[in-house]
């Protein structure tokens, strides 16, 4: 990703987030806050475009009991899995512009337009960026009993039989498929791109041995590199994660540039009134910032570094751009 738009991770250290302490200031804030907007004054509704187990499931999940405690309102994260994650994603598109609704997407919200010709939404025009509710790095992992041990060793293969070896994606024109594909260009390589269901089909075939590679995000396969079950041979942002000091970045282990990030957000419908936005905005990070909070993230591979509103939706307008051009240059085909 690096050269078309600056990754999540760069763009929020530029930004200057305040930080919420739990507390009587901060509740007196809230609540300041609440009597200014007159929000919320009913349940808020997070749809996630997905099946339950993904970040975009999981980091709503964490942050919605903090919400309710401070605005005393239940707060209910709503899986509308189906159509690529298009159908969750045009509920909130046309839903009410009041701060009722709200969407969960991940990385995968970026590159819907690339592999969809038509669209019941604009991805730009119709959602308010709120802010990121998490990010991390995808890890580019192999079975135990694959012969290539490191990412050299895995491209001079892939170069020795040019065309025969396989990666696996969680569908076309997912976030692990254009990470795929980003990888085998910049490696200069040939290799058969093979679409699954999901990530769960995608790691079964891959610990089988059907598959030689997939690049997953990191928090999907913690579990399974603690384990053994599979071999992790690179990460892909632009440094080491702390979690796995000793797996390198794909960037040093052979493909110089190398970057793809995962990230999941909060959206609102557009048109939802600023003031509102801005209570959503302050409201998430604070629950972000909260120790326990972050614990659980990073314990899953996760990070937490927030941005606000205005960077969001230009860091997804980037990302829209980034994955057409990628699309463009793998001859992806808009359904």
Known sequence: MRNAFPPWIRVAAQSVIPVFVIGVPALAATQSA???TGYPVRPIRILVPFAPGGMADIAPRIIAPKLVESWR???????????????ATEIVAKAAPDGYTLLSPSANHSATPAVRAKLPFDTLKDFAGITLTSGGAYALVVAPSFSAKSIKELIALAKAKRGQLNFAS?????????AGELFTRQADIDMVHVAYK????????????RVQFYIAPLSAVTGLIKEGKVLALGVSSKSRV???????TIAESGVPGYEWNAWTALLAPAKTPRPIINQLHREVVRALALPDVRQRMVAIGAEVTPISPEQLDKMIAGE??????????AGIQAE
């Open 198 to 209: 999901g990530t769960p089909e995608a790691l079964t075939d891959v610990i089988a041995g």
């Open 320 to 329: 829209v751009a980034l994955t057409a051009q990628i699309a463009r240059k």
């Open 242 to 248: 702390p979690l796995f000091p000793d797996i390198p």
């Open 73 to 87: 309102h239940p707060v209910v994260v709503d899986n509308r899995p189906g159509a690529g994650g298009t159908i």
């Open 170 to 178: 969680a569908g076309v024109g997912s976030g692990t498929h254009f």
């Open 34 to 36: 609440k009597e200014a």
